[in-house]
Nanobody, 121 residues
């Protein structure tokens, strides 16, 4: 059974750091480009970072220079290192594998529970 589990969230002061991990079971995660997404209360889900199967990374402008996405294929895990956190980074963070092409959906229909990141100012 394919499952994505996000861990590593927590409460941190502004300027602090956290590293999130997305652990995949039931599949070879290295075969997929993987994105980290976040959703704050009352806001739409936002893609903050993406890592392709070839190692290409993309991050949204608001986290450029602060968030780094990486993968460890030996652990079937994709991580998101976050530094210099701001209150506006507060959200529930999720991972999934987007299908190629804008609006094409995701390979995994079931999203994980996500992990809450709360940044206090």
């Amino acid at each position: 059974q394919v499952q994505l589990v996000e861990v590593g969230g927590g409460l941190v002061q502004a300027g602090g750091s956290l590293t999130l991990s997305c652990v995949a079971t039931g599949l070879d995660f290295s075969a997929y480009g993987v994105g980290w997404f976040r959703q704050a209360p009352g806001r739409e889900r936002e893609n903050v970072a993406y890592l392709s199967t070839t190692g290409m990374t993309l991050v949204t402008n608001s986290v450029l220079g602060r968030f780094t996405i990486s993968r460890d294929n030996t652990k079937n895990t994709v991580s998101l290192e976050m530094i210099s956190l701001k209150s506006e980074d507060t959200a529930v963070y999720y991972c999934n594998a987007p299908r190629p092409g804008s609006g094409s959906g995701f390979y995994f229909a079931s999203w994980g529970q996500g992990t809450q990141v709360t940044v206090s100012s």
